[in-house]
């Protein structure tokens, strides 16, 4: 998985199938042809080595890409689009020379005006992750069968036209930041370059202007759709897109984590360890209740009440407060005041406290990214270190099956081929990420005089929403993620600084039965499509809004 050579490939047109002038030798199929260039596809082959070490670059600045056509129904419509996998340039911000080459599949329906059709711009967190996460689970016209919250068998993998798509309302890009994918620096700019809050906002919001201008799209509805560290990118990169004359319809944040100084809050996280415990079944409270929803919303009364109550008066204990966490955790008195309370609390290994304790008797540990998912915590597998690659079980629940499917799904129906390895997690990204971040009001929110990462970007998205009244905002979380809890998100929201009522009313929470990855779970999906529909809807029917909008916008471009 993990390419660290330097790459310096050579002109990528002068190796593909689809540009190259000469003719086939007679009788003999061109290669071309044969991958389907006769029904008006183009095969892309790059042999441009695209390096994932913090210090590699390419020298390649062309804009290749496979074109294929293909069609799905979706909502009882059929719809014709087409794929675009490939990669665009982006340029410095002062010197307009070519500083990254970045890897990108987009999706758009034929036969469209640029003005009513919108565009959706999809990028996973990290950081240090590609898209192809979001791209094979989420919203894209196919997807992979997998079969959450169970664990996805070895290969033989299937993919599916997918009925939950958002191609019925957006056309879809996905991007995948410098270091990840096929997308890397251009020398002499190196990928760590863009390992950075900042730079790395910058550079994906340079991605999307030229994405624009090559595809005469900046007289569409905007929308970005980020996931987990992708959400405080979009906060970041919102208001960075408003500051430069691209004004957005709406944002959707899917798992959120705005304010890094609340993580392992356990206020913000008891909802979530309640909601493990109903599941399996391991609640104090009789009888169970029925409404997993009603449920979160009793404990969070408790969570900020009671609860931070005892947090602060720790050791002195109340034994009623104790009882009630212990009914809703699923956990014993003693185990919670050895606990000092916390159920965010973590060992020396960086295991849970929660997460591998609550079917401790059966020899299993929950999923941070899904509580629904287990896995054995027995023998050498409770001595695996459960914070490298994809050891938690929600992720090994899913990866191969991720990593097999797509490169099928890229190579033969994408028809993208490339002779370097497709870096879908990089964990050198993770490990050299500067967090500094300078805030809207020109505010340090990034790390602490002592190097701690302090990052805080709901403020970033508290600005943009100021400027442009409009823009639409949904929150998107699910009920049993543990990494970033869904009831920590709604505590960030509401504190988020941003008083006018009006504007606030353009903000929306939804929570649904799933996990980290709200869309790999079916039902969930389904429900979040139509909650996406609904503001698409709002943010696209409103001509005032839309013509505010497009005002704006060319107010920042004069």
């Avoid at 790395?200 to 201008?213: H, N, P």
Wanted: with cysteine; charged share 15%; hydrophobic share 35%.
């Amino acid at each position: 998985m993990m390419n660290t050579d330097s790459g310096s490939g050579s002109t990528q047109s002068q190796h593909s199938p689809h540009n190259s002038h000469a003719s086939p030798t007679p009788g003999v199929v061109s290669m071309a042809h044969a991958l389907g260039a006769a029904d008006g596809d183009q095969p892309f082959f790059d042999p441009v080595a695209y390096g994932n070490g913090p210090n590699d670059s390419v020298t390649d600045t062309t804009e290749g890409a496979a074109v294929t056509h293909h069609s799905v129904v979706i909502g009882g419509r059929q719809i014709a689009y087409t794929a675009t996998a490939g990669h665009l340039v982006t340029v410095d911000e002062s010197s307009s020379q070519p500083n990254a080459k970045m890897f990108y599949v987009a999706f758009t329906e034929d036969n469209q005006q640029e003005e009513t059709r919108p565009v959706t711009f999809f990028y996973n967190g990290g950081p240090g992750s590609s898209a192809v996460f979001v791209l094979l689970g989420s919203f894209a016209p196919r997807r992979i069968k997998t079969a959450m919250p169970s664990f996805t068998p070895p290969a033989p993998y299937q993919m599916e036209d997918n009925p939950d798509s958002l191609l019925d309302k957006s056309d879809l890009v996905f991007i995948n930041p410098v270091g990840t994918g096929y997308s890397a620096a251009v020398a002499p700019n190196k990928n760590i370059n863009f390992w950075g809050t900042d730079p790395d906002a910058v550079s994906i919001k340079q991605f999307i202007k030229r994405f624009l201008t090559k595809n005469n799209r900046w007289n569409s509805p905007k929308f970005l759709f980020g996931e987990s560290y992708g959400t405080a990118r979009s906060c970041v990169l919102a208001y960075l897109l408003h500051e430069d004359g691209v004004d957005l319809n709406g944002v959707t944040l899917q798992s959120s984590i705005l304010d890094y100084t609340q993580a392992g809050n356990p206020v913000g996280a008891l909802p979530t360890a309640a909601a493990d415990a109903w599941y399996h079944k391991k609640l104090g409270v009789s009888p169970t209740p029925a409404s997993l929803g009603d449920f979160a919303e009793e404990v969070a009364q408790f969570a900020r009440s009671d609860y931070l109550q005892a947090l602060q008066k720790f050791p002195q204990t109340d034994d009623a407060t104790v009882e009630k966490l212990s009914e809703f955790t699923g956990i014993d008195k003693t185990t919670l005041i050895a606990w000092s309370l916390d159920i965010a609390g973590y060992d020396s290994r960086g295991n849970s406290l929660f997460l591998t304790t609550l079917l401790k008797s059966k020899g299993q540990a929950l999923g941070a990214y899904d509580g629904r998912v287990t896995g054995i915590e027995t023998g050498i597998a409770g001595k695996i270190d459960p914070n490298s690659g994809g050891n938690d079980p929600t992720m090994t629940a899913v990866t191969g099956v991720y990593t097999a499917m797509w490169n099928s799904y890229l190579n033969e129906q994408l028809k993208y081929t490339s002779n370097s390895a497709f870096t879908d997690l990089n964990n050198q990204a993770f490990q050299n990420w500067n967090f500094s971040h300078i805030d809207p009001t020109g505010a340090q929110k990034g790390v602490d005089a002592q190097g701690n990462v302090i990052l805080y970007t709901a403020g970033d998205l508290a600005a943009v929403m100021a400027l442009n009244v409009d823009l639409k905002v949904l929150s998107a979380n699910g009920f049993y993620d543990f990494v970033t809890p869904f009831y920590q998100t709604v505590i960030d929201l509401q504190k988020m600084p941003l008083i006018e009522q009006q504007v606030r009313a353009n903000l929306s929470a939804r929570f649904y039965p799933s996990g980290h990855m709200v869309y790999l779970d079916g039902n969930s999906r389904t429900a979040l499509k139509a909650d996406l529909a609904k503001m698409y809807d709002a943010a696209t029917a409103n001509e005032p809004a839309m013509g505010r909008i497009r005002a704006l916008q060319q107010r920042h471009k004069a």
